[in-house]
């Protein structure tokens, strides 16, 4: 309801701000006996530290991810699964000025008006990216569930700063490999380009994010509101700077017509996969195909206008060290919110099994 | 759970086939007090009736609504309301062809995994697009609701078989009493043309419809899960046919930079609106705009490539009277998801008031 | 969330006034393929329709339900079921008195401090008992799952004014073949005298009522807040009349020593069932055993006093044919709810059968 | 849906093992501005703690809760707010027994069942009372908020071993002064000696809990399934041990008639309240009154009869030190309850603010 738990059977909830005494979540309703360690979180947190490419910054946030409960003996008990990753490097910095005036493209305006004037605007609070710590360790937790099933996701950038990467040499399996965790090789000399000149200039890029979860048997998803890419929207959209979301062809299959949207049932499979692996937003045991547009990070170096707290103009210019584009960090994150809409579907549609 | 109720504070459920007796819904949620009529449903409803366009088919859907309960002398009472429309025009069609073959593009195959085998094929059973009747009438509600806080919503078409209306001479506000419920006037005699072309080559069209929002006060939507854009984003792409929706400037967003994205505060207000009206996820007090992009009608009268039930290689021609394109019939279907949003979010940012 | 929905995977969500239209309900989330007629509904409603023992009056309420939705060829399709019960014999009574003046012990006062004023006052709008139809309704059909697995449901009155049935000639499985649906034979001459007694006094009596259900695997229930125990005593708690519920011992249990309350396990299985079913608030294979303690009617033809709606002190007289108890009507709706309880906590538990 | 979470709008989500790193939780929807601190959450905690009457166990378990997120500047932000206690005092004891055998009375055997064989068994695992431990810090903050609105909430024993206290000089006001937390000062000897009793033949008690809770408005509650008794009923009888609840007179009123039980309104207020605060479901200005039945401790010194886990016919007497009885360590765990079901419930009651 005040919005920090996702999921229905398998629920997320978390907790924490960038500056306080950590972050985390509780997992609950992750079913008995699977096998899980710090570990198997702590591969996909690494994936979104900084650092990993020339997009990011090279702040040093270790996020040592601790599990709290819900593990006995090396496998899950069915209990809730609580997880911690303590802050650190919260150096001691001035927020005078973030304190005083709203940063354009940030929620500290909304934030104000929400919370009739309360807001700990030290490094965005609730709003900062650093919440998506708690989405990927739990997301973590979903692909060993869904792994159990067959069910695998891979992830990349596939555009970034407008520059698209190659549908043909499209390797999304080997993206995490890729600097930008880039979708296809070739591009990434092109992005390294064109992050070069955002960042000289001060300024920022976005980008879209792909996930493909292969394996995923049919008949996941809800008629009507929950139909799967209903499901899937909401999550992937809820993660900062997400603006649009996509399943199959999306935005394109408004172009097609029928005849070329449809796709043809043959005794092998599916013809094509215009659909994304959803009909009637049901999984149709196609591959899901979901692509998410992310806006470019807010925090640019350039003078922007803006109002002070009393509602003074002013001119701010945000400070720090900021990442250029919220890709490749984002790519993680998004793949963990597929994961946890997956495992969860997976384990609603299990109540099929009541009737002989 | 599974799928038929959407929202938290305000929520509607529904029910019904396109075959059987009727389609309804129950409102539950709404506050006591409110002016409500049959007919504040029945005029959005007509929005949505066949016949509006050349794109539409003349089959005839009266679909008169009842108001069952929850309201008393003129005025809600704070308890469920619920209401029916009954179907009619059900003439005892030859479903001899897809009760055996899987229609490309439909829901047959993956409600059929699902559902273990049982399948009410005739017109679709629940993943009909007649049940979007009821979400209809719950936005009626839902829109009456909002207008009492000084919250309108305009919908359109903007564009349809792949021709944009123009944004210079876009006129939301007017679209309902255009053909297509097209944005703009001038792309009206394209559409007919394209429309005229599609239908003679038995071919359909998709389109992307787009919603806006005014009046909306800052402060909707939660933190992390629950921001605003996640929750239309599940409204809207829980309607059958939408495979992708965005917020403000959306997939353009992710092709602009920071300095140009960010919508700088000015003592009148803001700059501009790239955000589409939220900031962090919650509304900022600007205008909200989603637009959804619609896939081409998947009943078409070309010859397609299928199986049968049993696993056989066919050829499938899907008969009957069908639309070229879900455009407008859509519109007002996507309108209600988006009102039905933004009331929900009002009643739960009224938490506030319990602190002084 | 605003009340009428109970459930998580089965979901029932009423609607419906003792004044309007007619009461009604959507059950989502029983899986496809178990035969369901309207007869499996009616038999159900029969058993709570007036008349049924001296302590009932003799109003006519046909009661007749009608399906509306989620059977297709004489079986569930997996969608929501949706079923409607018109209202009948709604002689235009003086309502004045009622819509002037609180009665003692309704809700009239509760709902005009809730929902500010507004209220259907004709006869009790959606407090009225018979928004319990729409439950007795849903309850039917989860005892038709329920029966598929295994789990038979007993209920019966074992105490009336005062006077409790013998434990030792018991018989729940022959209760609605007796007079109050007594509980056991020899009680029933001595509840005719109580109730005659009452009757002529003007008054009302309360009652207890037991529901035993057998055949319960088990594993149902949740750890911690939706213990199997509480998630009954929310069910049975949520009807009008009730006061109190107890699982197994209950109350006796406080008073007895852990040496005595402990179900010892034996190879042949438990050696008692003082626990009434559940251990930790799971179920242990055992019967699940459920008492609700019911307060007299409220509606009685003794003069009490109280206020006008303007704050005048006044006496009231509340007129009409009025129960002398709510048993026997409350039995069948009693176990409606520990039926709804026992069949979704079973489809959750189906998500076991997720892992290998 | 896996049990554990509360609520609807203020929700607490709980973790952890009686062995393990800890226990804690998370409220959400805590609206923003109220004073915290955790020597607020540290208050109810140590009323919780062992050593507290002779029907405790002297066990350390210091139990300093730490506050991990939602508070800025003394104040909460109306995010997330995290909590957490360190398990300490876990002496490497010999579980072996435990491991091997069920106890009577205990989650083993039905945990055993639910999960399939996975069972966390040192010391109960997720089934300890311990996970008490995050409902008191959860329910701290509840009454907070409930504080700043008027609503102050007493609880007491009023009964321990089958002896109650006086109905005449009950004063639940200081019955945290007082050992066993007895709602009247003249029973405390004669449960001590119940108790010295009790603990000598190796035996355990059981009790009733009484909370009230003073100044709750009118109006909370829904109709229908959740009722504000409903909610009281779920919440309290989601504790471990409870195995009974009633509101207002509960058993009481189901032997009483509708003359005596009716409470008459009078200008000055209600003449009685033996509805305990509700009418209809929804709280009427009164006192709202709860009673839970407590069953007696179910680890004892005396032999039982049980199983081993591979099914043989065993011996087991519970080691370890071990309460008497769960009262008075119960009391401020159901007082908790209580008022997360109140606060919920006003913040829901909010809505009503919407309309003008």
């Not at 006995?72 to 303590?86: D, E, K, L, S, Y």
């Not at 925090?299 to 701010?316: K, N």
């Not at 809409?341 to 099994?353: E, G, N, P």
């Amino acid at each position: 309801m005040a919005g920090s738990t996702f999921g229905r059977l398998l629920r997320l909830t978390t907790f924490g701000e960038s500056h306080g005494a950590g972050l985390g979540g509780i997992l609950d309703g992750c079913p008995p006996g699977l096998e899980l360690a710090e570990e198997d979180l702590q591969r996909d947190l690494d994936l979104r530290r900084p650092g990993q490419s020339p997009a990011s910054t090279s702040r040093k946030e270790p996020d040592r991810v601790r599990l709290l409960s819900g593990v006995f003996q090396g496998r899950t008990t069915g209990t809730p699964i609580a997880f911690f990753v303590a802050n650190e490097d919260q150096r001691s910095r001035d927020y005078a000025e973030v304190a005083t005036k709203f940063r354009p493209g940030h929620a500290d305006w909304s934030y104000v008006q929400k919370y009739r004037g309360v807001y700990d605007y030290r490094g965005g609070g609730r709003a900062s990216g650093r919440e998506t710590v708690a989405r990927v360790a739990g997301g973590a937790i979903a692909r060993k569930l869904l792994a159990l099933r067959g069910v695998d996701l891979h992830a990349g950038a596939v555009e970034l700063g407008g520059i698209a990467a190659s549908r043909e040499e499209m390797d999304l399996a080997g993206a995490f490999d890729r600097p930008y965790y880039a979708a296809a090789p070739g591009v990434v000399p092109l992005w390294d380009e064109r992050v070069a000149e955002a960042k000289s200039a001060g300024d920022s890029l976005g980008g879209i994010v792909e996930v493909v979860a292969t394996g995923v048997p049919a008949g996941l998803g809800e008629p009507v509101f929950d139909k799967l890419e209903a499901l899937l929207a909401h999550g992937v959209m809820s993660v900062g700077a997400v603006k649009g979301v996509e399943v199959g062809d999306g935005f394109a299959a408004s172009r097609a017509t029928g005849s070329r949207n449809n796709d043809p049932l043959l005794p092998g499979g599916f013809d094509s996969n215009h659909a994304g692996g959803t009909l009637g937003g049901i999984s149709s045991g196609q591959d899901v195909v979901v692509r998410a547009a992310v806006k470019p990070i807010a925090s640019i170096a350039i003078p922007q206008r803006t109002l002070t707290r009393d509602g003074e103009p002013a001119t701010i210019v945000v400070g720090g060290r900021h990442d250029v584009s919220a890709i490749p960090r984002i790519v993680p994150v998004i793949r963990a919110m597929v994961a946890l809409v997956l495992a969860d579907a997976m384990l609603i549609q299990a109540r099929m099994s009541v009737l002989p």
